[in-house]
């Protein structure tokens, strides 16, 4: 094996607990363990490192370093206080593995007395020493290069390479591969992707390759912006992004920015000008939570429950911004500050698409309640509710008829056993439908909305009463089985219904009575409407099974939608008029 660049015993302390922290959060992590750096060297908690199952969060070891160069025998005898110590802390956490880290192999006496501390606990004692770390080095050769690298040696190799000619085809790549490579042995907290626009821009982007990446090795800026009356707008943005973050890209122009400091390690650090910020969500991968709502009174009492999930996250120096998708098609923003005595922002809207009308119904009547109750409580991943006194609310809840339309689709929702999901679009013939179908299933007689004709085919055969119907006109009711209609892609039908008229007239009655008359009737067609543009009444046999009971139309009574213009003329009906 090739002999490691890292001469441990010389390390200073600062350099020694980076790279070990380095290299064992890399080694250790994986394979559904995850590795942590904590904050506190010397003995702080008896941890600098912990490693835990990432699903559970059940600590499997514990790493301690001690920078003891010169080792804990002889002269340095006293430093194995400083080993129990930290040992002793440990103990309180109950790692199955407590493991020492120093920059020099440790002697057989020196690792008796150190298991020796134990003192009848049911820990197994490990220790790592450079033999064990340059095992380390020598799989993440990457961390070596990053410690131990001369960069003047490293320009050196760099000459005379053919690939940076870029004449071959894969020369591009090559080149892009090398440079990659070396943007990532340059840190080991944050990852660096860069591209060239074809207008000349160059964009850098930053993304951590640890989730302690801001605390280990912290990135920032000093900015000096100026805003004018007309960046009004602009600076409101800002500001609130700062504050709370922000969940949309905000774009700060160079005009507005009047100085610009990169601050950090040597590789971040510089002064730019002619820049452009643009702020947005953080890249990462959010990871949902759970949400439970809650609409109470005064007293305490729970009048809605609404449950959903995050969408996305952000935060700033002074708060938290998130969006929840709630069930129904309710989205929520919540601006919340750190400082309880601030206002916070709930605001509303609403993507009812998909989403079935019992699902709609209880993100309205969640809406309601909570518009007429003053405490919301929050919850999420069912920790303990958060309480809060709510205000006014930004929002754009639909209107009392679209709340109709959807009592009478969840009824027909109820009847037929289906889900009916909510279309991008929403037209009067399906508002007008659902609540003709509703009525039609609760036993309502209801207009029919189109003037349509019934039509049949003479058989010639002389009848007293269709002559007289032809003639004259005549009270009419016909019986249609298997009604049905489709409604938000659904087909929904009724077995039996009934189209009555308490007088209909006969197209071309002239001519079939001629025809009639003359022995040609057969086979002629014959049409039935109602007279003077009154409407079909349509019901679902019986009303009620009495047989002379009074049929009276029902208006639709739909909000903003007009009746059928022959409705108001229509007589009220007795069953037995057509039967």
Known sequence: MQQSRIRWSHLDEATFNELVETLLVREFSGDGLVAMAIDGRGGDGGIDIDVRVKRTDQLVRIFQLKHFPEGFSGGFVKRREQIKRSLTKALAHKPPVWTLVVPRNVTNKERQVVRAMRKGH????????????????????????????????????????EEAALARPGDLHSEV????????????????????????????????????????????????????????????????????GTLERIVLPTRVIHSFEKTGPDWFREVLDQVEIHLGPNGAEHQPMTVRLEARDDAGRVHAVLRGKTTS?????????????????????????LDHTEPGTITFSTDFEGHSAREVRRALRFTAASSNTPILAFSLNDAGPTVLTVGEAGTDIPDAR?????????????????ALRLPREIDSSDFIWARIMRMVLEGSAV???????????????PDETLEALIREGNAILIEQLGFGVELF????????????????TVDDAEQLNKALADGKGAGMKIALRPIDGLPWLLYAPPLSGVADEV??????????????????????LSQADGR
């Open 489 to 504: 892609g659904e087909p929904l039908e009724i077995e039996r219904v009934r189209y009555y008229a308490h007088h209909a």
């Open 177 to 244: 591969s090398r440079i990659t490579d070396r943007l990532n042995s340059r840190s080991e907290y944050w990852g660096t992707s860069f591209a060239y626009e074809p207008d000349g821009s160059y964009t850098e982007t930053y993304f951590p390759k640890r989730p302690d990446a801001l605390k280990r090795e912290p990135l920032g800026a000093n900015v000096t912006l100026g805003f004018t009356k007309d960046d009004e707008r602009l600076k409101v943005q800002w500001e609130s992004a700062m504050k709370f």
């Open 402 to 418: 679209f709340a109709a339309l959807i009592d009478d689709v969840c009824a027909l929702e109820d009847h037929f056993d289906v």
């Open 313 to 337: 996250f952000a935060h700033g120096f002074g708060g938290y911004t998130f969006d929840v998708a709630m069930e129904g098609g309710l989205n929520q923003r919540w601006i919340l500050p």
């Open 122 to 161: 049911d820990v197994r004692i490990s220790f790592v020493t450079p033999t064990e770390m340059n095992a380390l080095l020598a799989k993440h050769p990457d961390i070596e290069e990053r410690f131990s690298v001369d960069r003047a040696v490293e320009l050196l190799r760099a000459v005379n390479r």
């Open 551 to 572: 049929v009276i139309p029902q208006p639709w009574g739909i909000e903003g939608i007009r009746e059928h213009p022959g409705f108001s003329r229509l007589p009220q």
């Open 447 to 461: 207009a029919h909305p189109y003037n349509g004709t019934f039509g049949g085919t003479l058989d010639g055969t």
